[in-house]
Every structure is written in C-alpha cells, then in structure tokens.
C-alpha cells in the first residue's frame, strides 16, 4: 500500500480487497482509493460519474473507490497502528448538516495482512462504532452526518475471518478511527491547526500510546545526518522487506519486525525532491535514481 496527498485529494494505491459504503460503493479488486475535496455546497447532478471523471484524469479508469468531501485535506489524519492504517476527515455541524457547511465523516481503513470478505464487512461496523463514541465522547448529540462514508481494504492472502473489537484487526481499527475523529474534527474546528495533514503512530515505548510526529522540533533529529530531509519520515515503502535498504530484527515484544534504520533513501535531497514529483515511482525506480545521481553535480 502507498499513498500520497495533493492539496484536494488523498490517493491510496495498491492491490486491494475493499468493500465501500460510498458512491457507486460495494466489493471490489481495486488498486486505487481516494478521498476528494469538493466546494462547499457542492451538488453534482450525478455523483457516481464525477468520481469517474475524476478517477479518468488520474488515469485510474475503473477499478477504484472514491469518497468526497467538503473538508480541506491539509485536516486529514492519517494513524498507523501495526499494519493497519486508518485516514480520516471530519466535519460536522448536526444530524442534518447545512448544506453550506464542511461535514461528512469519512475513513479509509487499509490493511496489511489479509481480510476476509466478511472482515471486511464487520471492520466497516468497527469503525462506525469508534465514529460513534468520539461524538459522543465530544459532546455531540448524534453519532454521524447524513453522508458520512466508509471504505476498507486490505492487502495479500487472507488471514483474518473476523474484525471484531476484540480481535486483532478490531482493536487496532477501532483505537485509531476513535482517537482519528477526535483529531481530525479538532483541525477542521480550529482547535489545532496545522498546515499539512497530520500523522499518528501506535507507540509502546514508555507504555502504549498515540504520538504525533511532526518534523518540527523532532527529539531523534539526526536520526540519520546532518541536514537530512524529514518529509518522508514514516516511509511509504514501508515494509519494503529490500534487504540492500533494511533487515530483519527481533522485537521487543517478540516476533521479528522490519528496520530500515540503516536507510537513508528517502532521507536524501535530490531522491525526495523527485519523489515529491513522481509520487507514483516504484522503489526500484528511486534506488535507481539515486544511483544515477553520483555522477552528477548538487547545483
């Protein structure tokens, strides 16, 4: 899974089993997902055709799901929590929003382990449940808009039949789409403000818990050299298992997990400026990049 965001739209890219409650939604092989900002009060005669058009000038064509939104991308959360992870924009008013008012809760769950079609189907129910406590743990007396929205997707062999709270996909959906509501409807209320959209880990140094990395002031920077750029520090490649990149390591809590500390890939001037330009570029097309780059000058 990859993903990228211009300033209206967020773009989710891979090769998924989804199920979506959107427009022109249901089940799917998709490789794109993506979630547009459209003007406020926007009412476009035929919805489903406007996400195809949209779709089409991407050259996505047919196989994708699509969301819109009259919320600015730059409020998007996006929260990792192991192999899942969770994309959220937020804005409400009240049960019946005003249609010249910013609303629709929509979340994008992807995982990277496997889910069963029923997984699927019960994950949408996990995250709706999760959207309905943060309202009404903000003190809201509803538990959604009238267009609010849902997509899940999932990656490789199939490995999980359920996605209840309980279980391992449930659990880890559920915390992030409860702790992504709350943050993304706290950047579109201006009650934290940030010019790009926002990132969130699953942490369990210092005991388990959700931290917000932002480039500024960064306790581990260096964490490779001196002058190094930071826009990439959760790397999208990751896991890209490329053993010239990463290794394998034991973890903490047991199991083995993939380090890239040894990366500087993205890391790298030039390759991050050309990943901002082509954020659809395979790794082997960046490690081959920056292998043509030696022989030529830093202007």
């Given at each position: 899974?990859?993903?990228y ?5 967020l ?22 997902l ?11 005669a ?5 996400l ?18 009259a919320?600015?991308?730059?409020h ?35 995982s990277?382990e496997?889910?069963?079609e ?20 903000d ?19 199939e490995?999980?039949?359920y ?12 915390a ?18 940030r ?24 306790p ?29 390591v ?5 199991g ?7 990366c ?20 082997k097309?960046?490690?081959k ?10 202007i």
């Amino acid at each position: 899974m990859r993903y990228y965001y211009t300033s209206g739209t967020l773009i989710v890219r891979g090769d998924f089993r989804a199920a979506s409650t959107g427009i022109a939604g249901g089940f799917g092989r998709v490789t794109t997902l993506f979630n547009h900002t459209v003007p406020s009060g926007f009412d476009h005669a035929a919805p489903a055709r406007y996400l195809q058009d949209l779709a089409s000038s991407w050259g996505y064509d047919q196989d994708y799901f699509g969301l819109l939104t009259a919320v600015q991308m730059r409020h998007l959360c996006v929260l990792q929590y192991d192999f899942i992870t969770v994309f959220v924009t937020a804005g409400v008013t009240n049960p019946n929003p005003d249609p010249d008012r910013p609303h629709t809760i929509n979340i994008i769950v992807t995982s990277r382990e496997g889910l069963s079609e029923g997984a699927l189907l019960e994950t949408i129910i996990t995250a709706t449940e999760a959207k309905a406590l943060a309202l009404r743990e903000d003190g809201r007396p509803f538990t959604g808009t009238t267009t609010d929205a849902v997509i899940v997707a999932s990656e490789g062999e199939e490995k999980h039949i359920y996605a209840g709270t309980f279980t391992e996909v449930g659990r880890r959906v559920y915390a992030a789409v409860l702790r992504g509501v709350h943050e993304a409807l706290d950047r579109q209320e201006g009650k934290i403000v940030r010019k790009r959209p926002s990132y969130f880990i699953f942490s369990r140094y210092g005991g388990d818990h959700w931290v917000e990395w932002q480039p500024e002031g960064c306790p581990y920077y260096p964490c490779h050299f001196e002058g190094q750029v930071c826009d990439f520090c959760y790397c999208p490649f990751y896991p890209c298992k490329d053993e010239e990149l990463g290794d394998w390591v034991e973890s903490s809590s047991s199991g083995r997990i993939w380090s890239c500390s040894r990366c500087t890939l993205l890391h790298e001037t030039r390759v991050a400026a050309y990943f901002k330009r082509n954020p659809e570029a395979t790794l082997k097309e960046m490690k081959k990049y920056r292998a043509s780059l030696k022989d030529r000058p830093i202007i």
